[in-house]
Nanobody, 117 residues
Framework: QVQLVESGGGLVQPGGSLRLSCAAS????????MGWYRQAPGKQRELVAT???????NYADSVKGRFTISRDNAKNTVYLQMNSLKPDDTAVYYC???????????WGQGTQVTVSS
């Protein structure tokens, strides 16, 4: 089995920064891609950023220039550096991994990010 565990969420003031981490563990042979998604109260889950095994990245327009996704292949870990945070960034952030086969998706349990003064 594969598990994803997120960490790094919390409460931050507008304009502040947070760094989220997601570590994958278990029977892992290959990680195709990993990404971050978020879900605000009353809204659908949306893509924030993704990164492939070769380092190609993709960002939602709303976070471009403020968020940076990166990965440490040796640690099976993906990070999300979030700068210039806004109240609209408040959500539960979920990590997703496409692991072992191109069709096997795994999700973490989520971590709360709250941006408020």
């Amino acid at each position: 089995q594969v598990q994803l565990v997120e960490s790094g969420g919390g409460l931050v003031q507008p304009g502040g920064s947070l760094r989220l981490s997601c570590a994958a563990s278990g029977s892992i042979f290959r990680i195709y891609a990993m990404g971050w998604y978020r879900q605000a109260p009353g809204k659908q889950r949306e893509l924030v950023a993704t990164i492939t095994s070769v380092g190609s990245t993709n960002y939602a327009d709303s976070v471009k220039g403020r968020f940076t996704i990166s990965r440490d292949n040796a640690k099976n870990t993906v990070y999300l550096q979030m700068n210039s945070l806004k109240p609209d960034d408040t959500a539960v952030y979920y990590c997703k991994g496409v692991i072992n086969t191109p069709h096997a998706e795994y999700w973490g349990q989520g971590t709360q990010v709250t941006v408020s003064s």
